[in-house]
Nanobody
Framework: QGQLLESGGAVVQTGDSLRLSCVDS????????MGWFRQAPGKEREFVSA????????YYARSVKGRFTMSRDNAKNTVYLQMISLKPEDTAVYYC?????????????????????WGKGTLVTVSS
């Protein structure tokens, strides 16, 4: 089974920027859609963004659209989440996920229970 390793989480202030990375350590997901989800304390895991296997299509939750940008570098087996204008409500553990391209709609629908490949998460804390 492949491993997804997130990094880049930190404590930042409102308005700051941050970039998260997720490495597919075994190179198993280069033809998969990739996604970022987040889970705040006491809340359900929610969809943040997704990217097609080629990188040609990206999708965002309404709450982050215009502030977050997802990209991927398949040569490096890495996906990124560039976050700007961070808000306290962005505070959460951010998880990387991988799913077959045919299941990208599952990601976008925030149906996290239908996704089998997850990283362990990286914590982002935005202070006011």
């Amino acid at each position: 089974q492949g491993q997804l390793l997130e990094s880049g989480g930190a404590v930042v202030q409102t308005g700051d920027s941050l970039r998260l990375s997720c490495v597919d350590s075994e190179g198993m997901f280069s033809t998969y859609a990739m996604g970022w989800f987040r889970q705040a304390p006491g809340k359900e895991r929610e969809f943040v963004s997704a990217i097609s296997w080629s990188g040609g299509s990206t999708y965002y939750a309404r709450s982050v659209k215009g502030r977050f940008t997802m990209s991927r570098d398949n040569a490096k087996n890495t996906v990124y989440l560039q976050m700007i204008s961070l808000k306290p409500e962005d505070t959460a553990v951010y998880y990387c996920a991988a799913a077959p391209q045919s299941q990208i709609a599952t990601m976008i629908a925030s149906n996290y229970r239908g996704i089998n490949n997850w990283g362990k998460g990286t914590l982002v804390t935005v202070s006011s």
